[in-house]
T-cell receptor
Framework: DAKTTQPPSMDCAEGRAANLPCNHSTISGNEYVYWYRQIHSQGPQYIIHGLKNNETNEMASLIITEDRKSSTLILPHATLRDTAVYYCIVLALYNQGGKLIFGQGTELSVKP | EAGVVQSPRYKIIEKKQPVAFWCNPISGHNTLYWYLQNLGQGPELLIRYENEEAVDDSQLPKDRFSAERLKGVDSTLKIQPAELGDSAVYLC??????????FGPGTRLTVL
């Protein structure tokens, strides 16, 4: 079973920030938070990951709460091409080569 | 840099027929994964290879599914015989010992 909880769907206006929440209240100290997305008819795409510090790359920012029980993926200026299903996944440090357990994800619709 | 290549992209067969999917991972990636994705669901791992060795095949239905990764590069996933319930997208991914997996576009299988 997935160890994360995400809202099933969200809408966002084009050009605005999209903030996608994820709860992982049972996360353990050696587990990272990973985010992937899947655009329709494509394979999943890695976005970003973090352990406890906030992270930023060219695609997004990841904000992890101090207690690490939840996180938020931020797309700062959403475009229509960001419409996709976004998956939040926890993955143990020792299991970096292991399987990703995908939940239902959040279906983000970016609207003009 | 070429991504993960899968073929065919689409396959339609009748039940009880055999089918095979092929995957060419990113050069240098020693870990290869096969995932199954049913409509509206997240991907589920079928098998993981470290070089030529299948290190996690616990979710592979071994009565009808088989996989191989000769020479630790390309991989083939086979179903024989196919059943109606096998209709799904079969995804291949590869990684270099990190949680960042690179996915191919998938093969959409329809069993009639």
């Amino acid at each position: 079973d997935a160890k994360t909880t995400q809202p099933p769907s969200m809408d966002c206006a084009e050009g605005r920030a999209a903030n996608l929440p994820c709860n992982h209240s049972t996360i353990s100290g050696n587990e990272y938070v990973y985010w992937y997305r899947q655009i329709h008819s494509q394979g999943p795409q890695y976005i970003i990951h973090g352990l406890k510090n906030n992270e930023t790359n060219e695609m997004a920012s990841l904000i992890i709460t101090e207690d690490r029980k939840s996180s938020t993926l931020i797309l700062p200026h959403a475009t229509l091409r960001d419409t996709a299903v976004y998956y939040c996944i926890v993955l143990a440090l020792y299991n970096q080569g292991g399987k990703l357990i995908f939940g239902q994800g959040t279906e983000l619709s970016v609207k003009p | 840099e070429a991504g993960v290549v899968q073929s065919p992209r689409y396959k339609i067969i009748e039940k009880k027929q055999p089918v095979a999917f092929w995957c060419n991972p990113i050069s240098g990636h020693n870990t290869l994964y096969w995932y199954l994705q049913n409509l509206g669901q997240g991907p589920e791992l079928l098998i993981r290879y470290e070089n030529e060795e299948a290190v996690d095949d616990s979710q592979l239905p071994k009565d009808r599914f088989s996989a191989e990764r000769l020479k630790g590069v390309d991989s083939t996933l086979k179903i024989q015989p196919a059943e109606l319930g096998d209709s799904a997208v079969y995804l291949c991914a590869s990684s270099f010992r990190t949680g960042e997996q690179f996915f191919g576009p998938g093969t959409r299988l329809t069993v009639l």
